[in-house]
């Protein structure tokens, strides 16, 4: 394994994700830059350490106007990728995924394309609980719609590496909009507790070119 995941992010997948780790890396800056500005202080200026210091409006202020300021830097910062991240427009595909005791169940409604996935039990397996006998399949850099929901307990379909985690709820409907920049596998796992095989839902994805996905697509028909 990659030393780097141990202490950051999966690998991103979508854009949503890339804005996530850019955003992650730029709180963790403010928050080194703030533990670093408060042991300097602490160490030159021994005066504010004496503890029968009684009141210094002086100080006082300066710890209710800083905090604000680095509050509305974060919001700066955060707003504009949260609002990105929530956009449902400009979809090409949409994909109705239900959440089923213990599977997923997958349908293309602009294909007319349905199927279940199930986990895969063999003993020679690449990823152990991982791997599915049906994938879902994705073009690349094309807009998704995701619309979740469940046939009996609440479920999660989340998917780390593009930054999805959308619970499927029985009689809801939830949706969420992504677009896959890298050809290759991902995995997830349904991350809510719905049972006694809860750890047994894996999420396989697969994205390929567009002309590999009509060919998927002309296949499954």
């Known amino acids: 394994m990659n030393k780097n995941l141990m202490y950051s992010?999966?690998?991103?997948?979508?854009?949503?994700?890339?804005?996530m780790n850019?955003?992650?890396?730029?709180?963790?800056?403010?928050?080194?830059?703030?533990i670093m500005s408060i042991m300097v202080v602490m160490m030159t200026k021994k005066s504010m350490l004496?503890?029968?210091?009684?009141?210094?409006?002086?100080?006082?202020?300066?710890?209710?106007?800083?905090?604000?300021?680095?509050?509305?830097?974060?919001?700066?910062i955060s707003i504009p990728i949260l609002y990105t991240n929530n956009e449902m427009?400009?979809?090409?595909?949409?994909?109705?995924?239900?959440?089923?005791?213990?599977?997923?169940?997958?349908?293309?409604?602009?294909?007319?394309?349905?199927?279940?996935?199930?986990?895969?039990?063999?003993?020679?397996?690449?990823?152990?609980?991982?791997e599915t006998d049906n994938k879902m399949v994705i073009p690349f850099n094309t807009p998704l719609m995701l619309i979740m929901s469940s046939m009996d307990v609440i479920h999660s379909?989340?998917?780390?590496?593009?930054?999805?985690?959308?619970?499927?709820?029985?009689?809801?409907?939830?949706?969420?909009?992504?677009?896959?920049?890298k050809i290759g596998v991902s995995w997830g796992q349904c991350s809510e507790i719905c049972g006694t095989n809860h750890s047994f839902m894996p999420v396989m994805m697969e994205t390929v070119t567009m002309k590999e996905f009509i060919k998927w697509v002309n296949k499954n028909k």
Do not use: R, V
């Open 9 to 19: 992010f999966k690998f991103n997948e979508s854009t949503s994700m890339m804005n």
């Open 22 to 34: 850019k955003l992650n890396d730029k709180m963790l800056m403010i928050m080194m830059m703030i």
């Open 50 to 76: 004496n503890k029968s210091m009684n009141e210094n409006h002086i100080m006082e202020t300066m710890w209710t106007i800083f905090p604000s300021f680095i509050i509305l830097i974060m919001s700066a």
């Open 89 to 130: 427009k400009m979809t090409s595909i949409t994909i109705k995924i239900m959440g089923n005791q213990w599977f997923w169940s997958y349908e293309y409604t602009n294909f007319d394309i349905k199927f279940n996935s199930y986990m895969m039990y063999k003993k020679k397996f690449n990823f152990n609980i991982l």
């Open 157 to 181: 379909w989340c998917m780390p590496s593009l930054n999805i985690k959308m619970d499927s709820i029985p009689g809801q409907m939830n949706s969420i909009k992504t677009k896959s920049n």
